[in-house]
């Protein structure tokens, strides 16, 4: 399975447009979009007018027929709005909605944004998959999920903010990166992530996506605080190959 994760910029507005565009250019089996790619993140007292209704996003779901496609959105369902990743394959929808609501520090989602409730698997191309949204991966009751349910594949899309600078890296990179090394090992998944950069209302987020194999190694990383791609094909056998060596009921 070739996939494709795209470290964007996005602007406070709707960036269907932009989206639709990078969509038809690619090849891949799967192209993956970080937390709120199509509205921006400070959206605040825009979000009700900016934020999307299932039925505006026919496009995706039409290009959904020839590739799949993982892409965050301020997702309105009657008079909530929640902060939604959408996966579309064959022309079908499947939308999770994030649980874990961030208010401290630069934070306020939960004024602006509802909370979902559920953590779920569904098939796709590469087998069984998960799906979070940035804070998400921070709590204990998501990595005890993922490690119960031993997914094949597990996407995390986000809007991460740098912060705590390091004489080679930061602070929020390492622990990152050690929460989505933890995440495959525990699962014997590939774990992809999608971290947006750009700035917005002070806010520098810095992006770093990758990829980070079953066995918990970073295969392929973007740069940092740029507008990146990573290709990358995904092997199977070695998803299976972990999974074996955890012993785990699948």
């Given at each position: 399975m070739k996939i494709?994760?795209y470290?964007t910029?996005p602007?406070?507005k709707r960036?269907?447009?932009e ?7 690619s090849k891949s089996?799967l192209?993956l979009f970080?937390?709120?790619a199509?509205?921006?993140y400070?959206?605040?007292d ?5 934020a999307?209704?299932l039925?505006?996003?026919n496009?995706l779901k039409?290009l959904?027929q020839s ?7 301020a997702l309105k ?12 394959k ?10 874990y609501l961030p208010t401290y ?15 779920f698997c569904?098939?796709t191309?590469?087998g069984?998959?998960?799906?979070f949204?940035c ?8 990595l005890?999920?993922?490690a119960n ?18 004489e080679?890296?930061l ?8 929460i ?9 998944a590939y ?5 947006r950069v750009?700035f917005?209302?002070?806010l520098?987020f810095w992006?770093g996506?990758?990829?980070?194999t079953?066995?918990g190694e970073i295969?392929?990383?973007?740069k940092?605080?740029?507008i990146d791609?990573?290709?990358t094909?995904l092997?199977k ?8 060596y955890?012993r785990k009921?699948?």
């Open positions: 494709e994760i470290q910029s602007k406070l960036n269907l447009d989206v639709l565009e990078i969509v038809k250019n089996d192209v970080p937390e709120l199509l509205n921006g400070k959206i605040k825009a979000l009700f007018e900016d999307f209704y039925d505006e996003l496009d039409v959904s590739k799949d496609i993982c892409i965050g959105v369902e009657g008079h909530k709005i929640y902060n939604a990743s959408i996966y579309f064959n022309g079908e929808s499947i939308i999770y909605k994030k649980q520090g630069v934070f306020e989602e939960a004024r602006f944004f509802f909370a979902g409730s559920e953590s569904f098939n191309k590469f069984k998959t998960a799906m949204i804070e998400d991966m921070f709590s204990g009751d998501i005890n999920f993922i349910e031993k997914p094949d594949l597990v996407l995390v899309l986000a809007n991460s903010p740098a912060r705590e600078f390091k080679n890296s602070l929020i990179q390492d622990n990152w990166y050690s989505l090394k933890t995440t495959s090992i525990l699962s014997g774990t992809l992530f999608s971290n750009g917005e209302d002070g520098g992006g996506s990758c990829v980070v079953p066995k295969e392929k990383g973007a940092l605080f740029e791609e990573i290709e094909t092997n056998k070695l998803s299976m190959t972990q999974k074996y955890l009921e699948v």
